[in-house]
């Protein structure tokens, strides 16, 4: 359990009239006074950061300004994820509005690869552009900004990963990871960054008066595609990524973008709209297109004012989403029983598996589910015929992904990413090598207590505490996600009254306790022998049901009470 000083956490209860446990929550989230947790509680854009911090942001926008001056063609290179596809629709979307010319280009993630390459540059400047700006990449092109100076044509790079020891000779690198950069939230996706040049090209018009007798854009219009790639992209949650979350989701809510209206309705999203269905409804269906074949029909949908185009994008990328559905559960299913079979697990440090009948597009979303069942750092890599192989992995807390996969680099051709998340590139005759690398490497700093999940509790909730008006507080801590998640509260010695199994593996509970009886769900968590008495792990919240709101306790995990 956290620990937290009573004290902090009984002043800041007093200051703003809150519940004890929500005051405890915040200060074991380091919030401690009332001038921290008021902006916390209540984000507004007026607590957005200059934007002219981020290094290169005024070069960019002179260079942006003379681009439409000039009525030169800009080309946006996106990412292939829903972070570079939201990226690549917000500076489109509002280049064109603001009297630029503009095109996009989305790379091919089985034909083209990852980033910027010279024969996608070539392409664009065969189109006729005049400058390129790249956004979710970019920052390691170093030899592609090379070829677009040997092209004659132009590069901004608008990215938010790790630089390498050099940055690429473009006109602006926009990236607060940039070494120099004084700009002091250094997590935003990179859709944040786009963002974030938006606000000073803004400023920038308005000075120039592109805007006297028109309407100047409202930036808040665009947040819902800012939130799509901020929480699709696992960044945290907190500082400059809630505001634009919190606020992007009201947007997504409202849902104003025909695109945004079609996807919500393939995805069965209704009304208002959570992190937890941005993340598990919403953004697969965009990233869906990109993983099996070509991810421009996700750029399209986000763009088009036509609700029946609209309806047939979305249409076609919930079917592609089906299949990669299908095709995840069936690789899960493969892998797992490799890993059976073998009989290392659970003695070994890692999982570092190897098929050639597995979709490059997909490996990494098994590997992050086989993280979840075994703990165990891992690495999925799909053969290729031609002898190549391309794999991604997943990684626990405590061990540093990129870092491990950069000391068994002699087996590889290619790497990268990040502490938990990392893509490699071998021959398929190096797996072996790589493999044995890999677990060494695991064996060499993971510990027997690092390969056992813990999960964290925020406080411990006395039952009369358990309330509808706690769970309607708790709420005000939305959203939740990385850097912010849902809160675990810690309850013991409860009597289990009943119990059933209900759907696909979920216990229904009937709980009592000092007096108060609670009615819980537990997802995935049967079969399990149940004793009389339980100490429980879980987050209270108002379960809404044919217009009847009743308190429920979603079980995270329980044990025999202590």
């Known amino acids: 359990m956290k620990r937290v000083d009573e004290r902090t956490a009984e002043r800041l209860a007093q200051d703003l009239a809150l519940h004890r446990l929500m005051a405890t929550v915040l200060v074991a989230r380091g919030i401690e006074t009332a001038n921290e947790a008021a902006p916390f509680l209540a984000p507004s854009l007026s607590d957005m950061l200059d934007p002219q911090l981020l ?4 070069g960019a926008v002179e260079r942006l300004l003379a681009a439409r001056r000039n009525r030169e063609t800009i080309c946006i290179y996106g990412d292939y994820d829903v972070d570079g596809i939201s990226g690549t629709a917000l500076l489109v979307s509002f ?10 280009f989305i790379p091919n993630r089985f034909d083209d690869g990852y980033g910027l390459n010279r024969e996608a540059i070539q392409g664009i400047i065969d189109l006729g552009a005049n400058l390129i700006v790249s956004v979710d990449c970019g920052i390691t092109a170093v030899e592609e900004a090379l070829f677009c100076r040997e092209q004659g044509i132009e590069l901004i790079v608008v990215d938010h990963h790790l630089p390498g020891e050099t ?29 974030n040049l938006l606000v000073a090209l803004r400023t920038a018009l308005r000075d120039e008066g592109a805007f006297t007798g028109g309407r100047e854009p409202d930036l808040r219009e665009w947040l819902d595609l800012v939130a799509l790639g901020t929480i699709a992209d696992v960044v945290p949650l907190t500082g400059q990524n809630r505001i634009f979350a919190f606020h992007g989701l009201r947007q997504l809510s409202a849902a104003t973008k025909p695109g945004v209206q079609a996807l919500k309705q393939v995805a069965g999203v209704t009304g208002g709209v959570s992190c937890g269905q941005v993340g598990f409804r919403l953004a697969p269906r965009l990233n869906a297109a990109g993983r099996m074949e070509s991810a421009v029909p996700g750029v ?25 559905q299908a095709t995840e559960r069936r690789i899960l299913d493969e892998a797992i029983e490799m890993v059976e079979k073998a009989g290392a ?3 070994c440090r890692s999982i570092v598996l190897a098929s050639p009948n597995w979709h490059q597009g997909v490996v990494g979303i098994v590997a992050s589910r086989l993280v979840e069942r075994y703990h165990r750092p891992t690495i999925l890599i799909s053969l290729d015929e031609d002898g190549s192989a391309k794999g991604s992995g997943r990684s626990i807390p405590g061990f540093h992904l990129l870092d491990a996969v950069r000391a068994c680099s002699g087996s590889l051709e290619r790497f990268g990413g990040h502490r938990y998340a990392a893509g490699v590139g071998l021959r398929a005759d190096a797996f072996g090598a790589f493999a044995a690398a890999f677990e060494a490497e695991a064996a060499r700093l993971l510990t027997a207590d690092d390969l056992v999940a813990h999960l964290e509790v925020d406080a411990e909730a006395q039952p009369v505490d358990i309330t509808p008006e706690l769970a309607r507080e708790l709420k005000r801590l939305e959203p939740f996600g990385a850097g912010n998640p849902e809160p675990v509260l810690l309850m ?43 100490d429980i792990a879980f987050f209270p919240e108002m379960n809404e049901w044919n217009g009847n709101s009743t308190l429920q306790l979603r079980v995270k995990d329980l044990r025999p009470a202590e």
């Open 55 to 58: 290094r290169g942001v005024a």
């Open 95 to 104: 280049l064109r509005q603001t009297g630029f010319s503009c095109r996009y």
């Open 167 to 195: 940055l690429p000779a473009a006109v602006a690198v926009v990236n607060p990871m940039q070494p120099g950069c004084p700009y002091p939230f250094k997590s935003l996706a990179g859709v944040g960054v786009a963002f």
């Open 300 to 324: 399209d949908l986000l763009l088009s004012g036509d609700p029946a185009e609209c309806q047939g994008i979305a249409e076609d990328l919930d079917a592609a989403n089906a299949e990669r």
């Open 345 to 347: 697990y659970p003695d």
């Open 492 to 534: 013991r010695g409860l009597r289990v009254m009943e119990h059933r199994v209900v759907g696909d593996g979920h216990l229904r509970l009937r709980l009592a306790g000092k007096g108060r009886h609670f009615s819980a769900i537990a997802f995935r968590l049967a079969p399990r022998e149940l004793p009389d008495m339980v």
